[in-house]
């Protein structure tokens, strides 16, 4: 995520539709969340966005999504990179 203006943070589910700043699996440290196969675990799914705003803010959201990290160095080349983001309301 990157923010324009204002204080933002993003929080992540896989389980929750509505995810909160009570209810997440992961919020974004650095403006940077990160999902890895590392332990095993399934990656894919639906995976459930909400920006909380500290204050009123403006920001971006660009997933990327790196099958193998060699990949790193042709961001962007593969169309399985890109990922469709749908804007829902609570």
Do not use: C
């Not at 803010?57 to 983001?85: A, C, N």
């Amino acid at each position: 995520m990157t923010p324009i203006q204002g204080d933002v943070q993003l929080f992540v589910t896989r389980t929750n539709l509505y995810p909160s700043i009570d209810k997440f699996d992961k919020k974004s440290e650095g403006n940077v969340v990160r999902y890895n196969g590392m332990d095993g675990s399934d990656l894919n799914g639906t995976y459930y966005m909400a920006v909380y705003g500290y204050t009123s803010g403006v920001y971006m959201i660009t997933p990327l999504v790196v099958r193998d990290w060699h990949e790193m160095r042709d961001s962007g080349k593969f169309g399985w990179q890109y990922v469709q983001l749908s804007e829902a309301d609570q």
